[in-house]
């Protein structure tokens, strides 16, 4: 029996692993136990996990990372021991599960690893992803892309870690929705929005004004902008006619409000992994993509985050019809069985 902890923090974890906790039951030699470290509130999580810390350690990161890593250890130092740490992606609590797994000598196994913007800037976290890929023995990667990221920062060190390329989960948690048969009202007439990601803090002003600009030319269109966790853009957000904030969603709400959208106006990372699935136009948000496979093959474009890049650019493309869309190119992150692969792997081999 292996027995494995599954460190997360926040929502889009807890997105990407319930399909292995859910499928996990159908593996006898796996024991897989969930421990949520409060960095996101528990209400935007939408499954119980068996293990939480006492406190919600709050978004103000780096500065509480002390905090998750404390609760961790205190939590861990108490239990018997387990034979695998697994984490989730680039968040700190990621990054708390992974530094306490190599100092105590337990394996780490990386879902959605070598993912690359290749800019030296703290935000996004992309310094958190590399060091838990340096620390990590085992990693399952989404794309080949993210596998020769992974070769690159392991040239030089011995002994080779284990790597697998097996998609990315959350297309898996997507599926899972999709199978239920779920019913759309309407199709066309909006888009859905989201804007979060802390390196675009002190942009989403400008950000917004060229939405409203956009808005106002395109009046017959609504743009339902999706309220993140973070509360930063719910400061600025000032709304117009056709132009609503809406409050956070159940995941399966979520995915009816996409699947009836025309298009996807985002800076989430698992968006545009979403959409591509969905094959729905999706527009980055943002000057530089971890999920350039998506742009790649036709399934997304990155707009900017400048003023004139909404009003302008943008525009221009939701104004074409998306023609540089290629709708006939499968999505690059798996086909929805990705959590059943990991497991595969995880209960035959011996890690």
């Known amino acids: 029996m292996k027995k494995i902890l599954i460190v997360f923090g926040t929502r889009p974890e807890a997105l990407k692993i319930y399909p292995l906790i859910y ?46 890593y404390k609760n961790l250890d205190w939590f861990l130092s108490s239990r018997d021991k387990y034979d695998y740490i697994m984490v989730q992606g680039d968040t700190f609590s990621a990054l708390a599960g ?56 392991d040239k030089e060190r011995l002994p080779k870690k284990k790597n697998y390329i097996v998609g990315n989960t959350i297309i898996d948690r997507l599926k899972m929705e999709l199978d239920k048969e779920i019913i759309i009202e309407s199709l066309g007439n909006y888009y859905v929005c989201t804007l979060h990601r802390r390196e675009s803090w002190e942009k989403f002003g400008e950000m917004l004004e060229g939405f409203k600009i956009l808005a106002g030319k395109l009046k017959g269109k609504q743009f339902l902008f999706i309220s993140y966790p973070n509360k930063k853009l719910d400061e600025v957000f000032n709304s117009v006619s056709n132009m ?28 545009v992994e979403e959409a591509s699935y969905l094959n729905m136009p999706c527009y980055i948000l943002r000057d530089e993509t971890e999920r350039g496979e998506a742009v790649s093959c036709g399934k997304a474009r990155v707009i900017g985050t400048s003023l004139n890049d ?14 540089w869309f290629n709708k006939d190119t499968e999505s690059p992150f798996g086909k929805g069985d990705s959590a059943k692969q990991i497991l595969t792997i995880l209960s035959g081999e011996d890690l």
């Open 310 to 323: 909404i009003k302008e650019k943008l525009y221009w493309f939701l104004e074409s019809d998306h023609i």
């Open 244 to 271: 609503k904030l809406l409050k956070s969603r159940a995941y399966s709400d979520m995915i009816r409000l996409l699947y009836g959208a025309e298009a996807i106006l985002t800076d989430s990372g698992g968006l």
């Open 98 to 153: 992974s530094l306490w797994g190599y100092y105590n000598q337990i394996p780490v196994i990386h879902i959605e690893a070598g993912l690359r913007t290749n800019r030296d800037l703290p935000f996004p976290e992309e310094k958190n992803r590399e060091i838990i890929d340096l620390l990590s023995w085992v990693r399952f990667c989404p794309t080949q892309q993210n596998l020769e990221n992974l070769l690159i920062l």
């Open 23 to 68: 499928y996990a039951k159908d593996f006898l030699n796996l024991q897989i136990e969930s421990y949520f470290t409060n960095q996101h509130e528990e209400i935007y999580i939408e499954f119980r996990p068996d293990f939480s810390a006492f406190d919600t350690v709050g978004t103000l990161l780096p500065q509480n990372f002390g905090d998750i």
